[in-house]
Every structure is written in C-alpha cells, then in structure tokens.
C-alpha cells in the first residue's frame, strides 16, 4: 500500500533564491521513507543554479499539452524561466533536489 502526503509551502526569503513552492512527497513502501525534494520555479524567475528543470504545468489553466521535447530545460544559473515552450503561456518548472 502507497500512501503520499504533500506540503506546499511558499517561502519569500531563502538566500538569493526569491519565491519558491517546496513540495515535499513521502511514499511509505514497504516500511522505508523515501523522500523526493522537488523546488518549483515559474516563468519570468531568474533560475538560481544551472541545471536541467522539467516542465510542472501552466500558471494559469491550460488545454496545451506539450510534447516531451518541451517538457524538459537546460537553463543556466541568471537566465530567466522562459514559458511554455509549446504554447508559450506561463509555466512552472521543477529540479529534483
């Protein structure tokens, strides 16, 4: 049996970082934690360190549907979010931690 529980929290001051949704997913299986730390940006943000980000939705409701090739980032630390890469419509994007 899985079970998951999700925190969402806005944080407004976090060194250089700006705004951030932490969301934090505990999966209980088979008796062990397992935590996955995923910190959510959006568009128009400056990115905070180089990485690949992955596509986590749009801003505001949305029909699009992106293809894989959008759903995934390679941005580097200064350069700002950019939108939907298929609609170009606000997004959120995601690193794993």
Not at 42 to 50: E, I, R, Y
Not at 54 to 62: D, K, L, T, V
Not at 72 to 80: N, S, T
């Amino acid at each position: 049996m899985t079970r998951c529980y999700y925190l969402i929290g806005e944080i407004n001051d976090f060194t250089s970082l700006g705004p951030f949704v932490l969301v934090i997913v505990l999966n209980l299986i088979s008796n062990k934690i397992i935590f996955n730390v995923m910190v959510k940006f959006h568009t128009d943000q400056a990115v905070p360190s180089t990485g690949i980000y992955h596509f986590a939705g749009h801003i505001q409701n949305s029909a699009c549907q992106p293809a894989e090739n959008e759903k995934r980032i390679e941005i580097v630390a200064g350069e700002i979010f950019p939108p939907c890469l298929h609609c170009k419509t606000g997004a959120f994007w995601e690193i794993k931690l």
